[in-house]
């Protein structure tokens, strides 16, 4: 398809697709809120549906790490009654301990998307619910790569070697 001088191409349509999935998805099951999954959705639909479930290994182990560390920290805030202060040392030392964490475990790749997902799942998460909630967005994440690789295996066709779109 051809808008003016900008082509879009299959993988711009699959991505559009994984994402009006992963929300009609979330709609029927009542489950909010579809930001992780479609994140993970956007960012696992790739080349090929190989490379896709390649890096949705990634991804989802990363958004594990960064859940995990958001939970802890969130814990760390209640048992402490000190949020401002836990938050405002335990932020940026969480950023580093898991780029310490990645770095140790050869997840190099992971870094940036173990740290988005610690950010957003930290800033997201409501006061009274912090694993189920930490968890909830590690099982989002599975949905939305889980969707991008069906996606890329069930519909044909894929990037030529002109297209432009990169994630």
Known sequence: ?????????????KTGLAVGLCLLLFHFLDREPP??????????????????L??????????????????????LQQFSGQFFLVEMIGV????????????LTNYNNGIIGASAAFLII????PTDETVLYA?????????????????????PGGPKPSDKFQT
């Open 135 to 155: 968890f909830a967005r590690i099982v989002d994440t599975f949905i939305g790569t889980f969707i991008a690789i069906s996606v890329n295996r069930l519909i």
């Open 54 to 75: 390649k890096f949705g290994k990634t991804r989802i182990f990363g958004n594990s790490i960064g859940a995990i560390f958001a939970a802890f920290l969130v814990l």
């Open 92 to 103: 940026p030392i969480g950023v580093i301990l898991i780029i310490v964490f990645c770095d």
């Open 1 to 13: 398809m051809t808008i003016g001088n900008y082509r879009i191409g299959m993988r711009t349509l």
């Open 35 to 52: 930001m992780i999954a479609a994140l993970s959705a956007v960012f696992g639909l790739r080349e090929d549906w190989q490379k896709s």
């Open 122 to 125: 930290y800033f997201s998460i």
